[in-house]
Structures are given as C-alpha cells and as structure tokens.
DNA sequence: TCCAACATGTAACAAGTTACATGATTTG
DNA sequence: CAAATCATGTAACTTGTTACATGTTGGA
C-alpha cells in the first residue's frame, strides 16, 4: 500500500471534529468509506501511534457513568501534516482493486451456465449499494440538485457521495452490457 | 484483503498459459492490472508458495545460453482450486480505495486556489491512463466495436478492457463536472 | 560497447485482516 | 431483562511495498 494514508485519514476526520476511535470506525461505515476504510483493530493501533507521534491529542469524555469514551483532536503538527498532505500531486493512478473483473478476465474457465449467476449476484450487490448511496444523497441533500450554495465542508461530501454514485452507476450499466452480450452469445 | 486473491490472479494467468514470474510481472502491467497487481518481489514468494502446495509445477527454458527461465504450469490440483474459486458468489462489494476522492472529502481543509490544480493534476493522470487503455483496445479488437463473434478466451479480455476504459471515462467525466461546480462557486 | 529490457531472488518493514477478549449503555 | 449497539483493546497472521542484490540478453 502507500504511505501511511489511514494516518491521514484519521487526522482529516479529526479536522472536522474531536472523534473517538469508535466514531472513526462509524465514519468509514459511511460516504468516504467508498474510498477509504480501516477495521476497528488497525483504528486504535494508529491512534496510539499519532499519539506517540503529537499528531493529535487525547482527552476523556464520559459516556454515561462508568465508560470513558477517548476523544482526540488535531494538534499543530496534525493540522500541519494533514494540510501538506492535502496538497501533494498524485504522480500515479493506483490499481483500483476489483475481485469481480479479475474472475472476468479468466472467463473461459468459467462453465458457460454459470456465468449469468455470477453476474447476478454483482448485479445484485451493486444495486443493493446504489441505493444506499442514494439514501445518504437524500438524506444529507435531499431534493435540493443544486451544490452552488454549499460551504466546503458539504461540498466534500457532496463530490464523494456524487463520486460513488456514478461509479455504481457505471459498474451496473456495465454489467448489464456485458450480461447482454453473453446471452447474445449462447444463442449464436 | 481478502483471501489469497494473487494466488488465484496467478492461477488464472497460468491457466491461459505457462508462464515464469517475469512474464507473471509484465502481464499485470497490462489489462488485467487495472484490476488486480503485484510487484515481483511478492509474485516471487508467492510461486515458491504454490510450487510447494503443489498448485504449480516447474521446468526450466532456456533463454538464449546461460539463462534458465523457470516456467510454472498449473497442476490438476491448480486447475481444481482455480475453477473452484472462479465459481465463490461475492457476499458485500469492498471498498476500492480512491486516494483522491479521500483528499477531495476534506475539502475544507484546502486552499481554494489549490483546487484547481489538483482537479487538473488527475486529469492528467486519468486521460494518460484512458489513452493506454484505448491503445490497447485498438491492438486487441481493432476497429471491430462487434465482440460476438470472439471465444472465451478473448471476451474476457474484451470485458475486462470495456470495463476499465468506461471506469476511467466516468472518473474524467465526474472530474470536469466538479471542477465546474469549482469554479461556478469561486464567482459567486 | 553500452543500455534497456529480461530475469530472479531476499530482507526488512508497513499495512491490513481475523480472532480473541472484555465491559457499559441504551432501547424495546 | 435481553439484545443490540457502544466502546476499547491485543495477538497472530497475511498481504503488500521498498530496498537491496545480482546476473543475462538483445539491439542500437
């Protein structure tokens, strides 16, 4: 993988506001986690690193009577590094990680009624997460089609909501190209 | 990550024809590596793994006079787990990580007049790739758009190829939309 | 003859997953 | 009062990257 990215992760959700590692994990369950996500486990790993490092600092918060929820925010450094990282140019595009098109390329090794099944199922899970990302866009923007009016904030969360939705968009439109062209196929 | 996926990247590619850990190399640096890769020193490990749990077998060829290429076939073994694995129905989409898109979540964070340069920064990136992907379209399937009359073997390429051309084109068009949002808002 | 591409490997380290482990709080 | 969710952590292991290390072959 490449450089320490969960680090600047975690320090752009801090930037927003003071989080827990259990609000982090939340967080990726959400719209950047599309982009981005970390299991709990790795979470409270790196949070104790940037901690050693004073990227961030911590405090405690109680939740309810007994349970001490452990909050940290952003320090100087933190919010140094973050804004350098934000700036740097990308010099190369990762490969974007898709276990579906991989079994695709190996495609005639796959017995030729299975493959609509296969399709199916990534129809199906595709669709499922469309409409899931639709809620969120409803939610957060509702009818409202117009961005012009959002302060940054939203707006970040409006480009990556949008960005994830027209990537599945194009996922299932591409499916459904594909599974046309088998059924094309087969009865050649 | 999930589980042993280069193992069956490898399997796959080895099931199209023998190959040694060069030519392993060099074929992720091709279609399929828009969607899966590795860098040799772990394509290495990996086959010595696999010739041990006798999923491969070995024999030498010879490149020119002193170079012995070891080339790797699948086994009936391999030929079993593959076929096995190509069947296993997805259970959830995972994330595919997008570097961008989580810098571009924290918006906020970045200076406005830096914006624009990093919007044109992956452009850049994102039409070098499109032109790459096309390029190989045009040597594989020619002027041809009709994929009917292809076998197995070169449909699977022919989506695998489809498909990351009509990722990278959503990406660029996603990219000029927002960058337009971008500069709509800076003249408001 | 030089240089790019071909060819193979190991070591140290960083990143990420799964499983184990425990306890508090809220809601029905 | 039970179950779901909130909340935090560690250990063992797998996966992936970077750097080190070396030698051959083909073409300009």
């Known amino acids: 993988m490449?450089?320490?990215?969960?680090?600047?992760?975690?320090?752009?959700?801090?930037?927003?506001?003071?989080?827990?590692?259990?609000?982090?994990?939340?967080?990726f369950k959400k719209a950047i986690g599309q982009f981005w996500s970390a299991k709990h486990s790795q979470i409270y790993v790196e949070l104790k690193k940037?901690?050693?490092?004073?990227?961030?600092?911590?405090?405690?918060?109680?939740?309810?009577?007994?349970?001490?929820?452990?909050?940290?925010?952003?320090?100087?450094?933190?919010k140094e590094e973050l804004r350098n990282w934000l700036l740097e140019l990308d010099k190369n595009v990762e490969t974007e990680k898709d276990i579906f098109a991989l079994r695709l390329y190996f495609l005639k090794d796959i017995p030729t009624e299975e493959i609509p099944v296969l399709f199916n199922n990534q129809l199906k899970l595709r669709t499922e997460k469309l409409s899931f990302l639709k809620e969120q866009f409803s939610f957060h923007f509702g009818g409202e089609k117009?961005?012009?009016?959002?302060?940054?904030?939203?707006?970040?969360?409006?480009?990556?909501?949008?960005?994830?939705?027209?990537?599945?968009?194009?996922?299932?439109?591409?499916?459904?190209?594909?599974?046309?062209?088998?059924?094309?196929?087969?009865?050649?």
Request: hydrophobic share 35%; glycine share 6%.
């Open 2 to 27: 490449s450089r320490r990215i969960l680090k600047y992760a975690i320090l752009g959700l801090l930037s927003k506001e003071d989080m827990s590692g259990y609000d982090i994990t939340s967080e």
């Open 50 to 78: 940037l901690l050693e490092e004073n990227s961030i600092s911590q405090y405690i918060k109680m939740a309810g009577v007994k349970l001490e929820k452990k909050m940290y925010s952003l320090t100087t450094k933190g």
């Open 146 to 188: 117009n961005p012009l009016h959002l302060d940054a904030e939203a707006l970040g969360h409006y480009f990556v909501l949008t960005k994830a939705i027209s990537r599945e968009e194009n996922y299932i439109n591409w499916l459904n190209k594909s599974l046309d062209i088998i059924n094309k196929q087969e009865s050649r």
